[in-house]
């Protein structure tokens, strides 16, 4: 009896393929072209892999299925594979949460915020808190932060709080203020500052804006989210990030309670793709890792290998540690939402735990306290395979660059991020130090290794969009014309490869994904065209077909 096998027809693959009775263990795929991220055999036509989801054979598609003839067999003549996308720096319940809060990206305006806030607050109910995210000062005609009086005229009684872009400042109106007030009455003095961040004030009054760690004030007296929110935010964000293609993302900063979560999902075989955890800071998470060992879920999609520390804030809000002052607020040298005390406490804990340290550090004055403290603590251990990093890595002096290569350290930046700052950036360092900004090829030419993300929800969760800002240095209208520093492009090959191979060697995940090689994963995303026959124009509109993990679609059209 003859079965006849329709490969995925949902995902307009083509036709259907006789094969015998009993279905084979091996798949073979075959496509137009197939970049693989493997040095060792870049380009090929088909793959094959077995029924546990991992690569068998890569190659022509006549020698796979010579040796495998009795292979299930899908056929995409028109299409191009790419090594299954790597996020290398993400904030998966953070993308969820924000999906069920008012969306206020791209908003040019303060009249734009309240119009959406206006429109979200109809699905609240009576008494509730209206909570939004994705404000940019920046893009405003003024350019200068807001106020609480901005919201009260429209919410004179519910509490608003919204978070910007860069998760480093936040915006609260009278209401909240009030509330977060009454559990911290300093909150009022007109001098006091909390440690690691800054309350906006104005003849000693609060503002309503709150740099770093000072939205803990506010944050406090927020209610929180019941345990089914939860659920249905991280539902939410695995659903957007492999619809972008996305096969793996390395989580900064995830607590004991969401990796809880996250390892409920994975038991009953909902995580669509791979989670690199890196435990929320010195904290339960950490404490877990050092008692109990590094964690693996045996299903091979979930991990906590390391921990993300925090060094200081964003430039975007000034917050961002700098040697000196910002060029348009003199006395101003940024934060340190963490004593360097304490941080070299944190990284010796973590060392001697075998646990891999990252840290968040954007300023140069930031990065350089990094560099210090991972030299200090690393010692002759910065020889070893450590693989520690520096999440940003997005102001650095000159000086410092060399030593990223030198100590080992990984520099996992953002592509998108350059392209968002760069209308205001030179404003905030000047024209010198600004060359230290954004340095890809600076980065690379010194030896150092680069693993690249969108540090989602700051940035959209799709990967295009950073290949993309990587390879043109433009926005999305293809401004500047030649691109913002054009110097410090990446070719193609170097931003896949930063978003594949590179990636997964950060986490320390290069035998499991990151290329189409014999062993690994079967890990891939179908894409309509091949991207190095487009226009770079055209690289953040490249049409994903679908997104396969463990030889499996987990998305498709």
């Not at 793959?47 to 995409?76: C, H, S």
């Amino acid at each position: 009896m003859r079965l006849w096998i329709c490969v995925l027809a949902l995902l307009s693959f083509a036709g259907c393929q006789a094969a015998q009775e009993p279905a084979q263990p091996v798949t073979v795929l075959s496509a137009q072209r197939i970049y693989t991220s493997n040095p060792q055999q870049p380009q090929a036509q088909a793959i094959a892999w077995g029924e546990d989801g991992r690569i068998v054979a890569v190659g022509e598609t006549d020698a796979l299925l010579k040796q495998y003839p009795k292979a299930r067999r899908i056929e995409l003549p028109q299409a191009t594979l790419v090594p299954g996308l790597i996020d290398a720096h993400g904030h998966v319940m953070g993308l969820g949460l924000a999906l069920l809060q008012a969306d206020l990206v791209g908003t040019g305006s303060k009249d734009e915020v309240l119009a959406r806030l206006r429109e979200f607050e109809k699905t609240l109910p009576a008494g509730a808190w209206l909570t939004g995210r994705g404000w940019d000062q920046n893009d405003w005609p003024e350019k200068s932060f807001p106020t609480a009086a901005d919201l009260d005229a429209a919410f004179p009684d519910r509490p608003v709080w919204l978070e910007r872009i860069d998760g480093h400042a936040s915006w609260a109106n009278s209401a909240a203020l009030k509330r977060a007030a009454e559990k911290e009455p300093r909150l009022l003095s007109a001098d006091w500052q909390p440690e690691g961040g800054r309350i906006l004030r104005d003849g000693g009054k609060p503002t309503g804006v709150f740099i770093d760690r000072a939205g803990a004030l506010v944050d406090a007296v927020v209610p929180p989210a019941d345990d089914a929110t939860y659920a249905r935010a991280l539902q939410a964000a695995l659903q957007a990030a492999v619809a972008n293609g996305l096969t793996g993302v390395h989580d900064m900063g995830v607590s004991r309670e969401a990796l809880a979560l996250m390892r409920k999902f994975a038991d009953a075989g909902k995580l669509p793709l791979r989670i690199d955890a890196y435990a929320d800071g010195d904290d339960d998470a950490l404490a877990d890792l050092c008692a109990n060992g590094l964690y693996t879920h045996p299903g091979g999609r979930l991990q906590m290998h390391g921990v993300k520390l925090y060094m200081d804030g964003a430039l975007g809000s000034r917050g961002a540690a700098l040697l000196e002052d910002y060029s348009d607020d003199h006395g101003n040298r940024g934060l340190l939402v963490t004593d360097p005390a304490a941080f070299e406490a944190a990284v010796r804990k973590a060392k001697g735990c075998g646990v891999q340290v990252a840290t968040h550090a954007i300023g140069d004055r930031g990065n350089r306290i990094v560099l210090d403290t991972y030299e200090k603590v690393l010692g002759a251990d910065a020889k070893t395979d450590h693989r520690w990093r520096i999440e940003h890595a997005q102001v650095v002096s000159p000086d410092d660059i060399p030593r990223f290569a030198q100590l080992g350290v990984i520099a996992s930046m953002q592509p998108t991020h350059a392209t968002s700052d760069m209308p205001w950036a030179e404003d905030r360092l000047g024209a010198q130090r600004v060359l230290g900004a954004y340095a890809w090829q600076r980065f690379l030419k010194s030896g150092a290794r680069l693993a690249l993300g969108s540090d989602f929800p700051v940035e959209s969760v799709d990967p295009r969009l950073g290949i993309y800002a990587a390879v043109t240095r433009q926005d999305r209208e293809g401004q500047p014309p030649g691109g913002w520093q054009p110097d410090q492009k990446l070719s193609l090959a170097e931003a896949l490869r930063g978003f594949t191979a590179d990636a997964a060697w950060a986490g320390g995940d290069e035998k499991e994904v990151g290329q189409l090689a014999p062993g690994l994963h079967a890990d891939f995303v179908v894409l309509k065209d091949d991207p190095f026959a487009l226009p770079e124009s055209e690289l953040d509109d490249m049409q994903i077909e679908s997104t396969w993990v463990d030889g499996k679609a987990v998305f498709g059209k």
